[in-house]
């Protein structure tokens, strides 16, 4: 059994993140990390997970205890925090997956400028793989350093590789990506905006044109596509707890009819286990509480214009879900393990 | 008081219709008509409406006592149906407002083939006047028949008209319409997709790229601003009961600031009680249960591209409340009298 | 036009009077306090009250230019903070209506009890009339000075009061009332518990045995009706935004049938027009958005046990609009003004 | 591996007994049995499956084939239904475990009476052991023939079993249970009822003192602790999908401290996994999802009155869990296995 460190588990991905190690059969949690909660017992701030983890207690960050106690470290910590506890000794002896956005884009002056934080360790950019799974995993398998990406990109990224891949589409037009999230999208912020009497009933979008996903989409897609897009990007807030559907709208180069369209698809993502191509059009529904990414699809073709339509769930498949896949991808578990 | 007759009042529109007409100090309801229905006190049907129309009984249909007991005439029927209620008769001497969409659109064969409906009365066509108050106020004036616009209709039209009117759009793009309606915009459907244990926690698109509420909008937009859009919409449902929120993606001809976008809609709306210009985003919640349009913006001024939201609530500014709003235009009533 | 003051306009009872006011005919808001607001329009505050009140303006407290300003002062406040605004020129020159609990309880110590707080004008506390409406009406019309009653006490109150008075109830048994309310009973608090995430697909009970609204209800009750009650009292929050349900369990003294039970109720409230005695159970829905109190029964004839259910929604008929119908009575008004 | 059947698989607890067996390791789905389905896939049905049991394919009932292909039978259909299906050869060969209540009740008058039809096979209803795992595994480990508990009932029979069992209640007077359940334990109706706009934003009793999960109850608790009680039973529908919670007031003989109690409780609960006494209140949440049992208190000493709160989810603990968890203990199996 290898032993798992969670650092940063007050917030909802180091929930799932508890949620999913309890259940994995080849790891353990040796330590779970909350200088706020040290000396808790988990099931104390959880009680949900009371009976599934009893003996794991909150501690405080002790570098020196930790790099003894533990194999793979999971980062579940705000942007800007993370890059303070990665230094040589955990890239060189652990596996370390980051599932804030500190090392998730390779240029310093872009990460700094979205999120308006000096990286004070962008020498470790170029080693952090960015852990899309199904797209990357030829580099993640040989990796020890993860960005995990984030709950949107990824409802982005999935959907736009194979076309970005196959140059279908018209780069003279902005691809417009409309998404729609649930309220753990925000994490759990004590804040007016997230009140129940605020966001039951109600719809709304937010930061538009500027949510801090773009960079992450457009970089990684033209590393692995040589493609660049412009996207016009506008997330919503959705009542409901989990999942995120986006619906991108795409200028095709040329006609393409939609069978050939499900027929690319089907070649890049036909034998994944956790991306499913629909006849139908995907829901949150269908995916909430699952690491499954929905894929389905709407074409004019006359207008040549496509709709790619993607749900996950945004704590799974956009967070913890795909964070402990690229920990069974780089230790060679069935990449399941875990999340079924 | 004028007398007011409801045919076809077994639904949301209608009830609508009843519990804003209770309300209002000019007329009075004279008669509901439900055929399947009739013989029931409509308390019976709406238990929360008791107390405010106690007297209230369904009839079936009479054409003959009918006439001489309405001035005014709803007909909040399904689509096919509301035609077949319209005669000579009634066009000359009564008020009528149909809330279906079968005057909407003045082409007899677009009609027909977005309904896949034969059209019995085309002839009457061209009388009937697209009832979106504000942009069409001074026809609905002296008008008596009313094709009230559809709710997602209302949504895109509002937004739209003073871009078009202005000749700001970049018509060689589609303009993209995501939008998102609660499950009431589905009307009263006894459908395994509208089941509590489906709708709740989901998210999902539906009918994409041909949704019947299109030609609508194309053809009404296109005869006030003499501009033809090519749109791309699709809309999708929420988990709550009331309201749409439109996100509309535009590219304009040529770079313009938010600020003069602004004063353009200002110059437009400025003065109208239920379109509310915002300087944040809309939400759902801010025009649920109510008559009011808002509307507000986001823009990337380099891109030339302009993202313009827009919420109403569907049962109400996107139905029953504009068709009272109409109501009160032709008869020279205060606009807001029982919708405020 | 009488003139409104609301003193403590921020939380959702103050909005709530805002929006009911607006749209009374008889009395205008001439002043409206919130010292954290002052300054900014309501709208600011309450985007979705945007054209209905666009020039009130949240002012803060100044004694001696409100006792020229207005006639009637509803004060929306937190308990323990309403009895600081009250004083002998009040209490002689304008109508009082208070939405906190401070003046609902006559007994100094069982408030001082229940709410751990010194009570600084224990003097008034016989002036004050406690504000249900449809039992207290005669003592209400030559009153000015209103304790307003509480949510949950309201929805017990009402269904309690005929079998007390008519001396059916077995007082050798506690009644057991198992109450249900919506999210915004909690009042606007910025807590955790009240988050989205917490209470979205969540329910629970809280404080058992031990609210603070059971003191108003067995000391109104018993000056009523000279009997004495024992309450066991269990409140739970419900994941939906408005409305309370309380079920009622009662030991009968005797057989009855439950059409003698229906006659009973009839008699006390069959000429109320906010009260609705149904023949099936009442629910939430009937009455969210409405000053209505909807009562339904069930009955184990051979047991001698009556369930009593109570519907509200708890910021009208359970705050607010109660408030409302109170300044109607004193005032002479229709008391449906404003309220339908 | 063992075999599965599942006979009637179209509702929920049949979709959840397919979720959880797809993921338990010492058992595999052989057959599935959905007269309405035949020859469709699942995840054709039940979408958000796929990937999970892509093979398994609805097929009509073949009593000749299914007793060559199945060693154990989960029922998971209507009542009245699930009798037709047992047989000697079933009873002696199969391990057999009904969903339904066909089996719940041994008198075979309360049966015919409560569900208002005929029992066509009560000779068997000796041989069904009740299928609460803790109070009744040592029955079960060596039965067949299981009748698995319903969903309220085991909300019910669970904490009221150690108060019974040590003859601490008063039965003098009515145990009041005021239940509330998700729209999910309604089962997959087409009904008006169960509308997404008729239970969102909604909450309501039904069928109050008369639910057919009450005989249950009263006779195997009657079975179990020699000790008769008199149910006060209403259940209420919540606005969310999954979960019941029970609030139960009880009558204690004489008076007992709350730590006291708790101590009881601990005796006959302590060590089983899946119920778990709580400090706190139970909530929805904390259970949804899980097989838990979750278990809290309210105790009023003086007035000997208690209040004990139990939390399950109604597809799972209520249900398909419970169900397996029975698998689990008659094949000596870890009872968590697939249940966690």
Redesign the interface.
């Known amino acids: 059994m290898e032993n798992v460190v969670i650092v940063g588990a007050s917030g909802?991905t180091g929930r799932e993140l508890v949620k999913i190690l309890?259940?994995h059969s080849k790891v353990k949690i040796s330590a779970i990390i909350s200088n706020n909660n040290s000396g808790k017992f988990v099931w104390e701030l959880y009680?949900?997970l009371?009976?599934?983890c009893d003996n794991l207690i909150f501690e405080k960050y002790d570098r020196m205890s930790l790099l003894s106690r533990g194999d793979i470290f999971f980062y579940a910590l705000p942007h800007g925090i993370s890059m303070k506890y990665i230094d040589d000794d955990f890239l060189n002896k652990k596996i370390n997956i980051d599932l804030s956005a500190d090392f998730r884009i390779k240029e310093k002056f872009i990460y700094e400028k979205w999120y308006k934080n000096v990286h004070i360790h962008s020498e470790y950019l170029e080693k952090a793989v960015f852990g899309q799974c199904e797209i990357n995993r030829a580099l993640i398998k040989n990796s020890k350093f993860i960005a995990n990406p984030g709950c949107y990109a990824t409802s982005m990224i999935v959907p736009l590789y194979p076309l970005m891949k196959e140059n279908l589409i018209d780069l003279d037009?902005?691809i417009?990506i409309?998404s729609?999230s649930g309220?753990?999208g925000a994490g759990?912020k004590?804040?007016?905006m997230?009140?129940?009497?605020?966001?039951?009933?109600?719809?709304?979008?937010?930061n538009?044109?500027g949510h801090r996903h773009i960079p992450e989409v457009v970089e990684f897609l033209k590393e692995k596509t040589d493609n660049k897009i412009?996207l016009?990007f506008?997330p919503?807030l959705?009542?409901?707890?989990?999942?995120i559907?986006s619906?991108i709208?795409i200028k095709l180069k040329e006609k393409i009819s939609l069978d050939k369209i499900k027929e690319i698809y089907n070649q890049y993502y036909g034998n994944e286990?956790?991306i499913?191509l629909?006849d139908?059009?995907?829901?949150?529904?269908?995916?909430?509480?699952?690491n499954?990414c929905d894929i389905?699809f709407?074409?004019?073709e006359d207008?040549k214009?496509l709709?790619v339509?993607c749900?996950i769930d945004n704590l799974l498949k956009g967070a913890s879900g795909q964070a402990v896949q690229n920990m069974n991808i780089i230790l060679g578990f069935d990449e399941k393990e875990g999340l079924?």
């Open positions: 909802y309890t259940r009680p949900d009371k009976g599934l037009y902005d417009i409309d729609k309220v753990s759990k004590l804040d007016n997230y009140l129940f009497n605020e966001q039951n009933e109600n719809f709304l979008p937010y538009p044109l412009s016009t506008v919503h959705l009542p409901l707890t989990r999942g559907l619906s709208y286990f956790f499913r629909l139908k059009l995907p829901s949150i529904k269908g995916v909430a509480y699952t499954f389905g709407a074409c004019n207008a214009i709709v339509f749900a079924i």
